[in-house]
């Protein structure tokens, strides 16, 4: 299946701190990636929608001026947590379908991110 | 997107199949039943995915009731790496706005 990659696997930062997390579709383009925050024992949550070229749309109560999302190529996206502090320490996900239906979802494997 | 109502947890026996019911009642009639599966601090995986018939794949086969009421995947061989949570997700295949939204899904712990 096509791949997801995801980086970095795991950071941990000072509280105020900026963090930037890439996700890349190696082997497809990915016009579209999807941003997800999961915490401990619980299920994954959408975050946003990431738009090649156009401002990402971001799922109620999520702050878009916290979560910065940049999608400026067809393999590439990244959030940025802003000024993080301790309750933003989640597991974050990214995901993108691939073509040609683009039936499936396919995930990075996630980046566990730890404030301190 | 219909919504799904899973187990919240299963064990099952390595070597031996495991069934994982869903019942996904107010599905309409051009929604998919999707599978994906999330090991532990890992991304989700797909597993396989189904309209009306049933479908298998490597790594599992998907049970679709004719009423389209509910499902079961079926995991042939469970091994112990296939402990993991297991989401049961119904949605259009293809749209504008494609996106997931993540149940509790069923933890399936396959004991040796």
């Known amino acids: 299946g096509a791949v997801v990659s995801q980086h970095p696997s795991w950071v941990i930062c000072k509280s105020g701190t900026s963090v930037k997390i890439e996700c890349r579709s190696l082997d497809f383009q990915a016009t579209t990636m999807f941003w997800y925050r999961q915490f401990p024992k619980q299920s994954l949550m959408l975050m946003a929608t990431s738009n090649e070229g156009s401002k990402a749309t971001y799922e109620q109560g999520v702050e878009k001026d916290k979560f910065l999302i940049n999608h400026a190529s067809l393999t590439l996206s990244t959030l940025t947590v802003t000024s993080a502090h301790p309750e933003d320490s989640s597991f974050y996900i990214c995901?993108?379908?691939?073509?040609?239906?683009?039936?499936?979802?396919?995930f990075g494997s996630g980046t566990q991110l730890s404030v301190l | 997107d219909a919504k799904t109502t899973q187990p919240t947890s299963m064990d099952c026996a390595e070597g031996r199949a495991a069934n994982l019911p869903c019942n996904h009642s107010?599905?309409?009639?051009?929604?998919?039943v999707y599978w994906y599966r999330q090991i532990h601090s890992q991304g989700p995986q797909y597993i396989i995915h189904g309209l009306k018939n049933n479908e298998t794949n490597e790594m599992a086969s998907l049970i679709i009731t004719e009423d389209r009421k509910s499902s079961t995947l079926i995991l042939p061989h469970a091994t112990l790496r296939d402990t993991a949570v297991y989401y049961c997700?119904?949605?259009?295949?293809?749209?504008?706005?494609?996106?997931?939204?993540f149940g509790a899904g069923t933890t399936v712990t396959v004991r040796a």
């Open positions: 995901s993108a379908s691939a073509p040609p239906a683009n039936e499936k979802l396919f």
């Open positions: 107010t599905i309409s009639g051009n929604e998919y």
């Open positions: 997700i119904v949605r259009f295949p293809v749209s504008n706005d494609y996106k997931l939204s």
